[in-house]
């Protein structure tokens, strides 16, 4: 990666040195039939994970559409992190998934990313077994051999998964870009805590600001 002195994390990403990151976007907790919900009566259901739901729905999957359509558009990698173990009994898992219950099988459906924005056939689809991508995979190595210098993180949940790449991903001197409303949580508390705390980490913005941004870097550098 070719370091530059930077001054500010609130400026636009590097044309051709961006990759869109989608955390977490899989079946297994983006889907009511995903292993995440197995056997749970649908009261409970609704009471536990509504919110995440009804925001999945309305707000961040039609976001990550859009950005991940923009992206290609544009010239900027897209690659996905997905929950899911090295072996079918998850003993590779780290002790956190272990203690949590977390283990989605190797080749499993629910490791798969959910239909409205599945890979294209020349993505990278990384595995990880730990909250953060950077911790269990080489994703770092990746990113340093596609010449990243920022990285735009998506994705579920805000407050774990997506908030320790954030922080991760920062420490390894990447530019990060948290796009808020394209992140979502268990409660809108919860939300808005993570996105207070990790906003001296990451630039944050919205979607539309995001897609206008990449549209006109895009242009810029092809002018």
Not at 140 to 158: A, K, Q
Request: glycine share 6%; charged share 25%.
């Amino acid at each position: 990666m070719k370091h530059r002195q930077e001054t500010t994390r609130e400026r636009p990403i590097y044309p051709g040195e961006t990759a869109l990151l989608f955390v977490d976007t899989q079946v297994y907790n983006c889907s009511r039939d995903g292993g995440e919900y197995a056997g749970l009566p649908d009261a409970t259901f609704q009471d536990r994970f509504g919110y995440f739901f009804d925001q999945l729905e309305s707000v961040a999957l039609p976001n990550w559409v859009a950005l991940g359509t923009r992206a290609r558009a544009t010239g900027i990698e897209v690659i996905y992190t997905v929950i899911e173990s090295l072996t079918r009994d998850g003993r590779d898992r780290s002790l956190d998934y272990k203690i949590t219950g977390f283990n989605v099988p190797r080749g499993s459906a629910d490791a798969r990313v959910i239909d409205p924005i599945a890979p294209a056939d020349d993505d990278i689809v990384i595995p990880k077994t730990s909250s953060s991508v950077f911790i269990s995979t080489n994703i770092d190595y990746v990113l340093r051999n596609l010449g990243i210098r920022s990285l735009i993180i998506v994705g579920c949940l805000t407050d774990q998964c997506v908030d320790s790449a954030v922080r991760d991903a920062c420490d390894l001197g990447y530019l990060v870009t948290c796009v808020t409303d394209a992140c979502l949580t268990l409660s809108q508390e919860r939300q808005e805590s993570s996105l207070r705390n990790n906003r001296g980490y990451a630039r944050q913005i919205d979607t539309q600001t995001m897609l206008a941004e990449m549209s006109h870097v895009h242009q810029a550098a092809t002018s």
